[in-house]
């Protein structure tokens, strides 16, 4: 004997039936995974290089004092090991000039015979390059993108948008349950992406996989919870959500001043920045001051609350949108 159907037995079927229903990849999800194929893959290319992440194996061109029209071209650890007992030979002096000349020399003999800078120096290249630029940046919100807009919005292009909304569940809840079978995949590939190229990037992946994977977590549920959101309102969600991706996010987050923080990645880019600055004790990422993160518990509450506003939001809005603009 069967029971009879109620609305939370169909809310939890639109919930599971969302989730099976990513499980097929669609156009966008596969670009996605192309790109995230390709960074992985100069990730792997250029950790397979010895030191290309170490600044001691870096090289720079100097004047050559024989012949002025060919630069010669050093290692910074050779550089410095030629600048240094210039610098130590002249420190005495004004106090100005020689405070400059004290922390010029500090820096060659830091680089020339700390170890730990020289791997918090290597650490700090990985992560700004890889995690914030590449994954932060462009790859996590175009994986979110790829499954969160096409939670509605796959119903809008197939014409099964209309049929669903007839079954017996408020407007509302269809939004909610739809999101909730869709947010799993967009966690999962974003963690996912992340522990890959993490990988590809050997032991300095590692180490910064186990700095920001929290980070990546609550940032995908952001990015989520605003495409799902876009997908919903727009007709043509993906080409939005691109475009918000690659123009507001990109150019806004990184702007002085107050406008960065009406962006998600401005939140997500402090939690870069407070992890990057408590894990390395003698380097620190550079612009800190200009950038002004936000404190890790205010980046956090934000993101968070962000979620919940952006879901709230799209509820009240796709409830209130009328049967005949979804044909």
């Given at each position: 004997?069967?029971?009879?159907?109620?609305?939370?037995?169909?809310?939890?079927?639109?919930?599971?039936?969302?989730?099976?229903?990513?499980?097929?990849?669609?156009?966008?999800?596969?670009?996605?995974?192309?790109?995230?194929?390709?960074?992985?893959?100069?990730?792997?290319?250029?950790?397979?290089?010895?030191?290309?992440?170490?600044?001691?194996?870096?090289?720079?061109?100097?004047?050559?004092?024989?012949?002025?029209?060919?630069?010669?071209?050093?290692?910074?650890?050779?550089?410095?090991?030629?600048?240094?007992?210039?610098?130590?030979?002249?420190?005495?002096?004004?106090?100005?000039?020689?405070?400059?000349?004290?922390?010029?020399?500090?820096?060659?003999?830091?680089?020339?015979?700390?170890?730990?800078?020289?791997?918090?120096?290597?650490?700090?290249?990985?992560?700004?390059?890889?995690?914030?630029?590449?994954?932060?940046?462009?790859?996590?919100?175009?994986?979110?993108?790829?499954?969160?807009?096409?939670?509605?919005?796959?119903?809008?292009?197939?014409?099964?948008?209309?049929?669903?909304?007839?079954?017996?569940?408020?407007?509302?809840?269809?939004?909610?349950?739809?999101?909730?079978?869709?947010?799993?995949?967009?966690?999962?590939?974003?963690?996912?992406?992340?522990a890959v190229v993490c990988l590809a990037g050997g032991s300095l992946g590692v180490k910064a996989f186990e700095m920001y994977w929290d980070a990546v977590l609550i940032g995908s549920v952001a990015f989520a919870a605003l495409f799902h959101l876009i997908g919903a309102v727009f007709r043509r969600p993906s080409v939005v959500g691109l475009v918000y991706v690659f123009f507001f996010e990109t150019l806004v987050a990184n702007l002085p001043g107050s406008l960065k923080q009406l962006s998600l990645s401005y939140y997500l880019h402090s939690l870069f920045y407070n992890e990057t600055a408590k894990e390395l004790k003698t380097v620190q990422p550079q612009s800190v001051e200009v950038y002004a993160p936000a404190a890790t518990g205010e980046a956090w509450v934000t993101l968070s609350v962000a979620a919940v506003l952006l879901t709230a939001v799209g509820m009240v809005l796709f409830g209130r949108q009328e049967p005949s603009e979804e044909v």
């Open positions: 004997m069967t029971s009879a159907p109620t609305a939370s037995r169909a809310f939890r079927a639109l919930v599971w039936f969302t989730a099976r229903r990513h499980a097929k990849v669609r156009q966008l999800g596969w670009v996605s995974f192309g790109l995230l194929a390709l960074v992985t893959g100069i990730v792997a290319l250029l950790s397979s290089q010895d030191g290309v992440w170490r600044l001691e194996t870096r090289t720079r061109l100097i004047a050559n004092p024989a012949d002025e029209k060919t630069p010669i071209r050093m290692t910074y650890k050779e550089y410095g090991e030629q600048r240094l007992p210039l610098y130590e030979a002249g420190l005495p002096g004004p106090p100005e000039a020689f405070a400059i000349r004290s922390a010029v020399a500090n820096s060659y003999r830091a680089m020339i015979t700390s170890e730990q800078f020289l791997d918090d120096y290597a650490l700090l290249n990985f992560v700004r390059w890889v995690v914030r630029t590449l994954f932060f940046t462009f790859l996590m919100p175009l994986l979110c993108l790829a499954y969160a807009t096409g939670a509605i919005g796959a119903e809008r292009e197939s014409r099964t948008l209309l049929w669903l909304l007839s079954r017996p569940l408020p407007r509302w809840a269809v939004y909610l349950a739809k999101f909730l079978g869709t947010l799993p995949w967009c966690v999962a590939v974003s963690l996912g992406g992340f």
